[in-house]
């Protein structure tokens, strides 16, 4: 209809819908603060080319408990993928019964897939957890190995960077662990060996990193609350001297 002066203006009063309340259905699950994931892994040799077995992975809160472990197996090596010989006689022949463990649990999968499983496992941490920390007792080795396998198969930046290439926190509790005297540290290994052995189990050998990292920071927090003077004043006066000599 035309609309004319005599014609009246029609008002039509829009009224705010509320939002319909998240159920437990549709509700985002709250993430958690942090994680430590500890990393190990069981290889063929020191060199890249060499064969990758095994990644093993422990999650804790880095106060006690333990979270959940993994072990990603592969039996399925690349064609010109050999063993290096001295990896071989020192260390998978000693070890044969971990070595048919691997071979057995890996048996149908490849590198390629045992590599997409663990990006997947890193990915899904990122949907759990607000702040992810990693944990290598050998970083430059072990993460090294992994990430190059990472971009290799699955296009993907390295285990420390998140999906939107966060960079992450690296710890090695071995090096933490060196600031102990080496009668206790002994003993504390003893003692953390006794809860899981390092017995070249990927998971089982990252649990025991794991547990290095809370051992360490229960004695860097013991040493917080008992803090000597002497001990300061003597680490202090080493720069004195070392100014006369720079």
Known sequence: TKMTEETPNVVVEVVPQPEPEKTSENKEP??????F????IENGGSEFSRPLNAIGVCLGDGISSTVEKHTFCSAIKPTTCEYEQRCWEEFWAKNKDMYDRIMKEGKAITTREMIQ????????LETKYKKIVFLSDNPSFDLAHVDVRLDKYCD?????YSTSGKYRC??????????????ERAEIQ?????????????ENDAHNIYLQYLASEQYRKVLEQHSSQSILDSVLS????????F
């Open 156 to 160: 993907r930046r390295p285990t420390r």
């Open 190 to 202: 003893k003692a953390i060996n006794q809860v899981v052995p390092h017995d070249h189990w990927a």
């Open 37 to 40: 994931v500890s990393i190990d």
């Open 117 to 124: 499983k663990y990006s997947d496992f890193l990915d899904a």
């Open 30 to 35: 709250e993430l958690k603060e942090v994680v």
């Open 238 to 245: 080493l720069f004195p001297t070392l100014l006369t000599i």
């Open 170 to 183: 690296v710890i090695d509790p071995s090096e933490r662990m060196a600031m102990v005297p080496a009668k």
